[in-house]
């Protein structure tokens, strides 16, 4: 069974930093490893449609939205079959449930997201 576990979530001051971590397991079954899957991480804010937050491929090549792009860093760690997102200089509008997604071709796979709150 894949799994895609989030981690990092708390509440931090506007202007701080944070990095989540997305563990995953069971990839095996699938028939590829974790480094043959390409990574994003969306959010969810209260009253909002989710959104990409940022990308990286099987390749190691990152994408970042708008919002993200010199705030955010995307990356991963085969070893650990891990991904990351550090975030800097956090905003109150970064506030959202943060997930994980998995995909290869057509399939994906979804954590159950954690919690960043930035508030003062």
């Known amino acids: 069974q894949v799994q895609l576990v989030e981690s990092g979530g708390a509440l931090v001051t506007p202007g701080g930093s944070l990095r989540l971590s997305c563990a995953a397991s069971?990839?095996?079954?699938?028939?590829?490893?974790?480094s043959s899957w390409h990574m994003r991480w969306y959010r969810r804010a209260p009253g909002k449609e989710r959104e990409?937050?940022?990308?990286?491929?099987?390749?190691?090549?990152?994408y970042y939205s708008n919002s993200a792009l010199g705030r955010f860093s995307i990356s991963r760690d085969n070893s650990r079959d891990t991904v990351f997102l550090q975030m800097t200089k956090l905003k109150p509008e970064d506030t959202a449930v943060y997930y994980c997604?998995?995909?290869?071709?057509?399939?994906?796979?979804w954590g159950r997201g954690i919690q960043v709150s930035v508030s003062s």
């Open positions: 997604n998995a995909y290869r071709q057509t399939t994906h796979y």
């Open positions: 990409w937050v940022a990308s990286i491929t099987a390749s190691t090549a990152t």
């Open positions: 069971g990839f095996n079954i699938s028939g590829f490893n974790f």
